[in-house]
């Protein structure tokens, strides 16, 4: 073999023994199990197309991507915004609650 392949072999497992040297700004991935994801990070965005997701603003499969990623993403995108739920709760029957203490 080459001896510049050599080092650059050489060079590309020192790289991957510090992934904290690259920073992932955009990524799209997919989560495969009884139903599939897709994941995108974009910037310091999270998305995924499950359910959990559009109601919540993270899931399983971001988290779980943000700790597999975490040396090499933002500190902002590393972590998952508040979750709050986004739909509406109802409102409190004041006098049901009254009747049932």
């Not at 050599?6 to 955009?26: C, D, M, V």
């Not at 997919?30 to 959990?52: E, Q, S």
Request: aromatic letters at 8%; proline letters at 6%; charged letters at 20%.
């Amino acid at each position: 073999m080459h001896s510049d392949m050599i080092n650059k072999i050489e060079k590309a497992k020192r790289y991957a023994q510090e992934p904290e040297r690259l920073t992932i700004s955009g990524f799209q991935g997919r989560f495969h199990g009884a139903d599939d994801h897709i994941i995108v990070l974009d910037g310091d965005t999270w998305t995924c197309d499950c359910n959990f997701f559009q109601s919540w603003g993270t899931c399983s499969h971001v988290m779980a991507l943000q700790r597999l990623l975490a040396p090499m993403i933002s500190t902002a995108a590393r972590y998952a915004p508040t979750a709050v739920p986004t739909y509406e709760p109802e409102p409190i029957d004041e006098l049901a609650l009254e009747l049932s203490v």
